[in-house]
């Protein structure tokens, strides 16, 4: 018996030393990380910043060495972010965020948490206080279609996209619920889709009816206007989609992007296209398009160069700037 | 102020004599110490303030009060006046120990006040400071002064509390139980927002024969949350419980202790919440051989990476403090940190409390066993050999630890250590039977900790280095009698490391927050040499010169020299 206790003792203390522990701490091939916080600190957790005000939030931050860093805001209703990005061993309140975003919007109301990351190393920091977004940063121009509160007329041809052997609709307004994308503004975004079958026509699209008053382009400048959108290509079918876009002024003259924009990889992205590259494409009354009174914008789904097969992408918030694009220019 | 000293002076001188004549249940010893020292930095280094002096007379009167035989009360009054304080203007009074012990209806034996508590080696012990590896004489008899200082006996911790202990005797099976517990006193209330911390703990200890044992110990440093009125409260709470055993058999022995450990924290302001558990084992086997002339001892144990034991890997030093002779030094003026001549001299840098997280350590002092046995994250074997000449003649000690990491510190592969340990004294009076004593005392260390790894690329400079810091430490001494009672005394203490190695930086609850990469390339040579005289056994004089070197190679505007003239005189009585 006393043999027994033994050997059990002594195989209780093998089995503690055969333990093959977890590491001790961050690895050493990474950047030791000392604090990251979101300014000012304070008893409170949150934050509020209410952008439209002009408010804009601070970081402070310091770790190992000099090196590339990066600190992403991200919004936890929306997804939407906004990367900041240096080089250096800390951050101080000279680094601030204006309430503006990488691609889709933040919205009012929402929380948003920052995380501190490098550029050559896996470690992160998240900040353990939070925004709170009393309003967004507004932005200037002339909003001619979001599928929330400015709706469009779509169309689109017979020949129809199907999925799981249902036809999908030409045009449906979408919500994140519906196919787990993230919405760039507001609750709907407008997918599109359609099957080329030699046509070479367009598949399906939107009329944007600029109802209140015409649109008005100040033709000494044309290139400094842009119409803006956000486009969405499905992991499946954006290297098959591409989009027109137009323009019509109140004589039924018409613009439009003859190029047509295409996707090099899937995911929302932000178009911007000057007006200055959307040419003449339509003009029956020999009267030169009339920049200051333009009625309707539109755009058309095609396939890539009327290949026969199918296509499909989404589209949301349609919006004409001056002075500025809001993503980086098309082209 | 002259008045009231002259009227403790008056009351002192009148209890003494009492003491001394009247009432034998009152007896009293004491010290007395004179000394003085100057420092000045080497002639070379021109930029930071050269020299500095202090010093100071003392008196420690201790007090020894039996009331009845079965109750003693002691205390200690200390009455210091530190050199420059003319005419009692720097004269301080202190209570510097009181303590009540004795004996309860015949069985039980208690204390309180200030007592010295020990345990195990991974409960409640107060491991030696580091680099004082059989120093030679003239270092030792300061450095005993930093004990005495700082209540630094062996390795007991000076606390205040009270402790009972008493034993059971039985007929059949176990011979005897010995039961001690106790409770002490870590922190006291802070600005009513942090509240007290106790220490408290106990032994069982069974002897089943006078060659057979087993103790089961458990102690734990505990908050008590409710000593503040507030709504948020902190509570900590780190408990350690382990067995221990001890078998002879013949000239063999057994002996061993296993145990666990646990760290609590509850912030309820924050949610805050921790809940680590440790454990530990050891076991090894001894033999006495050549008529006990000669001790081997080999044991291995694993401490695992989240054993904490505040009461056994609480430093005696103090790493953080900022150090007092001459503090800013070299041409780059930069504010030293403790070296050799601060472990000998500065009383400032010692510990006096349990602390309740890891303390710093400096890894060029010894990186393998900074915490004593209970350093966590180590496993590995202990090997020691002792051997005594049966002439007193001489005597030696080797001990060899071949450690290695339980859990690899921010990386995947693990540490290995070597702490090598010698020492050997050799009395030439009783070779060659002189009358005059004449003793060499020599030390040799060597810690080493190593790691390859893979020289990741992390930035244009920075790199993933491999570990490699060892560090030699040697100490040499003689002691001659070249006249009646007088002394020469020399001795040197001799640092060189090299290398590099990743501290881990903690927050409050020992978690590695990051890894900092420190290189070394340097040395510290400590030389001093003295002369004493001896009244008799209980009076000395001292005069002795020290020069420390410090040289740093990878920065050698933090190189510095320091000279220190030291006089001494001591008394007991």
């Given at each position: ?331 | ?194 509240p007290?911390r ?23 440093l505990f908050d008590?949350p ?7 409260y902190e509570k900590y709470s780190n408990g ?22 646990t760290i609590n924290y509850v912030d309820t302001a924050d949610t805050k919440t921790i809940d680590t ?31 904490f034991?505040a ?45 309740y997280g ?149 927050n409050g609850f020992n978690e ?62």
């Open positions: 018996m006393k043999r027994l206790k033994f050997i059990g003792l002594a195989v209780s203390l093998l089995g503690m030393w055969s333990c093959n522990e977890e590491m001790v701490g961050p690895s050493i091939d990474g950047i030791a990380i000392d604090t990251f916080n979101i300014v000012p600190t304070g008893t409170s957790k949150t934050i509020d910043a209410d952008f439209a005000q002009g408010d804009s939030i601070h970081f402070m931050g310091s770790w190992e060495f000099e090196t590339k860093w990066i600190i992403t805001v991200k919004g936890q209703q929306s997804g939407a972010t906004k990367t900041l990005k240096g080089n250096g061993k800390s951050v101080d309140e000279t680094i601030a965020w204006d309430g503006s975003s990488d691609l889709i919007f933040f919205r009012d109301g929402e929380t948003c948490e920052a995380t501190l990351s490098f550029e050559y190393y896996n470690d992160s920091l998240v900040a353990d206080n939070f925004v709170h977004v009393v309003s967004t940063k507004p932005i200037e121009g002339i909003v001619l279609g979001d599928y929330d509160e400015i709706d469009a007329e779509g169309w689109g041809s017979t020949s129809r996209v199907v999925e799981d052997g249902v036809e999908l609709p030409a045009t449906q307004k979408r919500t994140f619920a519906d196919e787990g994308i993230l919405v760039p503004q507001g609750d709907n975004y407008l997918q599109i889709s359609g099957y080329e079958d030699g046509g070479k026509y367009y598949l399906s699209g939107n009329i944007l009816t600029i109802s209140e008053a015409p649109l008005k382009i100040d033709t000494k400048n044309i290139g400094s206007n842009y119409i803006n959108f956000f486009l969405y290509g499905y992991p499946e079918y954006y290297s098959n989609s591409t989009i027109y876009v137009m323009f019509s002024d109140k004589n039924g003259n018409k613009i439009g992007f003859n190029d047509r924009i295409k996707m090099t990889e899937p995911g929302w992205h932000g178009i911007s296209l000057s007006f200055s590259k959307l040419k003449e494409t339509e003009n029956e009354t020999g009267i030169p398009f009339d920049y200051s009174n333009i009625t309707e914008a539109g755009y058309s789904l095609f396939s890539v160069d009327g290949t026969e097969c199918a296509a499909k992408a989404a589209v949301d918030y349609f919006i004409v700037t001056t002075g500025k694009p809001l993503f980086n220019v098309y082209n | 102020m002259k008045k009231i000293f002259l009227c403790i002076g008056l009351a002192i001188s009148g209890l003494l004599v009492q003491a001394q004549t009247a009432n034998p249940k009152i007896q009293f010893n004491g010290m007395a110490r004179g000394d003085m020292s100057h420092n000045w930095l080497s002639s070379d280094d021109t930029t930071n303030v050269d020299q500095s002096l202090g010093g100071a007379a003392l008196i420690d009167l201790h007090l020894d009060i039996r009331p009845s035989d079965a109750v003693r009360i002691s205390s200690t009054l200390r009455v210091k006046n530190a050199i420059g304080g003319f005419w009692g203007q720097g004269a301080t009074l202190e209570l510097r120990e009181i303590s009540i012990k004795g004996v309860a209806a015949k069985r039980i034996k208690y204390r309180f006040g200030d007592i010295d508590s020990r345990m195990t080696p991974y409960t409640l012990w107060n491991y030696d400071g580091e680099c004082a590896n059989n120093e030679a004489d003239v270092f030792r008899f300061i450095r005993e002064i930093r004990h005495q200082e700082n209540f630094n006996y062996g390795s007991y911790w000076r606390n205040q509390g009270g402790d009972l202990s008493w034993r059971l005797g039985f007929d059949k099976g176990v011979e005897s139980i010995d039961f001690t517990t106790f409770a002490m006193r870590n922190r006291s209330l802070d600005d009513g927002k942090t007290d106790l220490q408290a703990g106990g032994k069982m200890l069974f002897h089943f024969t006078d060659n057979a044992q087993i103790g089961f110990n458990y102690i734990n008590l409710k000593t503040v009125s507030k709504t948020y350690v419980g382990t067995s221990d055993f001890g078998f002879f058999i013949g000239r063999i022995h057994a002996f061993g202790e296993l145990g666990f450990s558990k440790g454990n530990f084992f050891e076991v090894g086997l001894g033999a006495d051989l050549m008529e006990s002339q000669l001790n081997v001892q080999a044991s291995f144990r694993r401490v695992n990476q989240n054993f034991s009461g056994a890997q609480s430093k005696r030093i103090n790493y953080t403090s900022d150090v007092n002779v001459l503090p800013v030094v070299g041409t780059n003026s930069y504010n030293r940190t403790i070296a050799l001549l601060d472990l000998l001299t500065d009383d400032a840098i010692y510990n006096q409390a349990i602390s890891l303390m710093d350590y400096e890894m060029i002092f010894n990186n393998v066993t900074p915490y004593g046995k209970a350093t966590p994250n180590r496993q590995g074997f202990d090997v020691a050999l002792t051997y005594n000449a049966i002439d007193s003649t001489f005597e030696t000690d080797v001990e060899i630890q071949l450690l290695q990491d339980v859990a690899g510190q921010g990386s995947e592969k693990k540490k290995n250590y070597l702490l090598a340990q010698w020492k050997g004294n050799v009395y030439f009076d009783k070779i060659f039977a002189w009358n005059k004593s004449v003793s060499v005392t020599a030390g040799y260390q060597f810690a080493s900790a190593s790691r390859d790894e893979d020289r990741v690329y992390k930035m244009s400079k920075e790199l993933v280095k491999p570990v490699d810091l060892h560090s030699h430490t040697i100490d040499l001494g003689a002691s001659v009698e070249v006249l009646n009672r007088v002394d020469v005394l020399v001795g040197t203490k001799m640092l060189f490391y090299k290398g590099t190695d990743y501290k881990a930086i903690l590695t927050v990051k890894y900092q990469c420190e290189t070394y390339d340097g040395s510290q040579m400590l030389t001093a040499a003295g002369l004493r005289y001896r009244f008799n056994d209980n009076i000395s004089l001292t005069l002795q010169y020290d020069r420390f070197n410090l040289k740093d190679k990878n920065d050698d505007g933090n190189s510095y020299k320091i000279n220190q003239a030291f006089l001494l005189f001591n008394i007991l009585f």
